[in-house]
């Protein structure tokens, strides 16, 4: 079964370094999105991608972060300058199958993957 | 954005049927409720999706009444692994719409 693949699993960092944190989608999948959760709270919407751009985001995701997909298979969240409070679990999502012919299906269902824990020093 | 309410927790036992219920009452004509599952340490897991009426899969059912202000998560005959947490989601259906994680039900399976 196809799945969403998160690197690193964990990763440790000082406050004020760059991260990177990386997925790959769903090959076939149209649309990716990023959510983190803080241990012991509820997983938050940080920002859906379709067609090479933000479609949407919360009010989590500031400046501070960003997200590209440099090529046709990578998902990256960028977190510049990372501050303590940035310490969570980060989940890759991917969703919307491109059918032959090029229809879509869209079934709902978000297919999440592993996470990346990211704990800031 | 659809708020919802659900129990914080529930316990159970090995091989009963735990129902969950999830209130919705300003829910939109266009949104549809969704169920995620996720274990610890792990990223939510898809269960099923309905609008209205009811809808079965190979792993639970979705109880919508008509007015689809609630919704019941119907989980038969559970094991030991199915203690987990669980989220109910209302939204629209349009992909890259975000879906907003309540506080959740954490489900306890007893043996």
């Known amino acids: 079964e196809p799945e969403v693949t998160q690197t690193p699993s964990h990763q440790v960092t000082q406050m004020g370094q760059e991260v990177i944190l990386r997925c790959v989608p769903i090959?076939?999948?149209?649309?990716f999105y990023w959510y983190r959760q803080i241990l012991g709270q509820k997983v938050e919407f940080l920002v859906s991608?379709?067609?090479?751009?933000?479609?949407?985001k919360s009010e989590i995701f500031d400046d501070q972060f960003s997200v590209e997909r440099p090529d046709g298979s990578n998902f990256t969240l960028k977190i510049r300058s990372t501050k303590l409070e940035d310490s969570a679990m980060y989940f890759c999502?991917?969703?919307?199958?491109?059918?032959?012919?090029?229809?879509?299906?869209?079934?709902?269902?978000?297919?999440f993957g592993e996470g990346s824990r990211l704990t800031v020093l | 954005l659809a708020k919802t309410t659900q129990p914080i927790s529930m316990d159970s036992y090995e091989g009963q049927e735990v129902n969950i219920t999830c209130s919705h009452n300003?829910?939109?004509?266009?949104?549809?409720i969704t169920w995620y599952q996720q274990f610890p340490s792990q990223g939510p897991r898809f269960i099923i999706q309905?609008?209205?009426t009811k809808v079965t899969n190979e792993v639970a059912s979705l109880f919508i009444p008509a007015d689809r202000k609630s919704s019941t998560l119907s989980l038969p005959r559970v094991s030991l692994s199915d203690t987990a947490v669980y989220y109910c989601?209302?939204?629209?259906?349009?992909?890259?719409?975000?879906?907003?994680f309540g506080g959740g039900t954490r489900v306890l399976v007893k043996p």
């Open positions: 300003n829910i939109a004509t266009n949104d549809y």
């Open positions: 991608f379709y067609n090479n751009e933000i479609s949407e």
């Open positions: 999502a991917s969703s919307v199958n491109l059918a032959s012919g090029g229809s879509t299906v869209n079934t709902g269902e978000l297919f």
């Open positions: 090959s076939n999948h149209l649309y």
């Open positions: 989601l209302v939204g629209a259906g349009a992909a890259g719409n975000k879906l907003t």
């Open positions: 309905g609008y209205k």
